[in-house]
């Protein structure tokens, strides 16, 4: 069974950090561009981070200088450092693999998704 379980959301204060973890099984994802993508509640999902195969990042403008998105492919793992955290960015975060080498914009493109585990940031 192909699947991705992701880890290590909880409740920050802003300002706080996290850092998610998105740990694959079932297949490798050396050959996989691997995405973060984020929804809150009656909000569309919305694209936040990708690596690709060959280490490109892509950061959308809301996170950019905040959030590091790293991959380990000798553990199977794709991780997302969130710093400087604010309130708008509460939301369920959840990783995605596309096939495709590159990143892409485009949530059809990936083929596998995780759960996804909350974050909340709140005073």
């Known amino acids: 069974q192909l699947q991705l379980v992701e880890s290590g959301g909880g409740l920050v204060q802003p300002g706080g950090s996290l850092r998610l973890s998105c740990a694959a099984s079932?297949?490798?994802?050396?050959?996989?561009?691997i995405g973060w993508f984020r929804q809150a509640p009656g909000k569309e999902r919305e694209g936040v981070s990708c690596?690709?195969?060959?280490?490109?990042?892509y950061y959308a403008d809301s996170v950019k200088g905040r959030f590091t998105i790293s991959r380990d492919n000798a553990k199977n793992t794709v991780y997302l450092q969130m710093n400087s955290l604010k309130p708008e960015d509460t939301a369920v975060y959840c990783c995605?693999?596309?096939?495709?080498?590159?990143?892409?914009?485009?949530?059809?493109?990936?083929?596998?998704w995780g759960q996804g585990t909350q974050v909340t940031v709140s005073s």
């Open positions: 079932g297949f490798t994802l050396d050959y996989y561009a």
């Open positions: 690596i690709s195969t060959d280490g490109t990042t």
């Open positions: 995605a693999a596309t096939p495709t080498s590159d990143c892409s914009d485009y949530v059809r493109d990936y083929d596998y």
